[in-house]
């Protein structure tokens, strides 16, 4: 099992997007190694699925991304965010924060959103291979005041336990947890990871909503397949493999 290793984080004050400044200097031509991390201590256009912005308080938030060439099947990468999110799960876990996954992207705790996690494939020269680029962002330091300007319920390490962390030590710890997830994942794919992430699932065995676009489908999360689909049963019985849209607990 060769693991992924991380070479130490570059750091910025300030960036528009970790993620897309990445992609921009791979397609410049610039010739990152795997497991380059680039981390901001303010990003100011981050955005997360469907688009959407992701807040950011300078200073107090984690937002980093990474570069990685896998030797995976083109068909998991859409499950690799969900390896990476039991990796920070791991590593908030020696913080004294226990958090759950929501199908596919995200952690929370005690219903609130901590963390979310986008991967994006990328190709040609000079990667070799499969590649992805992997952006995270972590409530740290965020107080009750800063969370009253989101606009859906959001916690963090210090309102969990009421400590102040330095953002770098946070990412180191990450950094030290995601190889064994990401190997994991590499080598058996989704399989390898599904019990874990069935473990801290915050809705499974409950009646959810996924909204796809105009349309929706109701029913319970029974698991999750191969490839990281959610598993529904509806009313009649009949199982849907879901493979995106936004899931909602009812």
Not at 42 to 55: C, I, L, V
Not at 61 to 81: C, G, H, P, V
Not at 185 to 213: A, H
Request: hydrophobic share 40%.
């Amino acid at each position: 099992m060769q693991q992924i290793f991380f070479l130490p984080p570059e750091w910025h004050d300030k960036l528009p997007s970790t993620s897309d400044i990445i992609l921009e200097r791979i397609k410049s031509g610039e010739n990152l190694p795997s497991g380059f991390v680039l981390a901001a201590l303010e990003q100011t256009a981050g955005h997360g699925r469907f688009d959407r912005h992701w807040f950011s308080n300078p200073g107090k938030d984690l937002t980093f991304s990474f570069l990685m060439e896998t030797r995976a099947d083109i068909k998991q990468l859409a499950s690799l965010s969900m390896a990476v999110a039991l990796g920070v799960a791991t590593a908030l876990d020696t913080f004294g924060v226990h958090s759950y996954t929501k199908w596919p992207n995200d952690l929370l705790v005690k219903g609130k959103k901590i963390c979310g996690i986008m991967a994006k494939e990328c190709h040609g020269p000079p990667l070799h291979g499969e590649a992805a680029v992997v952006g995270v962002g972590l409530n740290v330091n965020m107080n009750h005041e800063d969370a009253k300007n989101v606009d859906r319920p959001v916690t963090s390490t210090f309102i969990e336990t009421g400590e102040n962390y330095l953002l770098k030590t946070v990412l180191d710890r990450i950094l030290q947890m995601l190889p064994d997830w990401i190997s994991l994942w590499e080598d058996e794919g989704f399989s390898g990871i599904r019990d874990d992430w069935t473990l801290r699932s915050s809705c499974i065995g409950k009646t959810v909503t996924v909204e796809q676009g105009k349309y929706s489908k109701t029913g319970i999360l029974m698991g999750f397949g191969e490839w990281g689909q959610m598993l529904v049963r509806s009313e009649d019985g009949s199982t849907h493999n879901i493979w995106g849209g936004e899931l909602e607990p009812n």
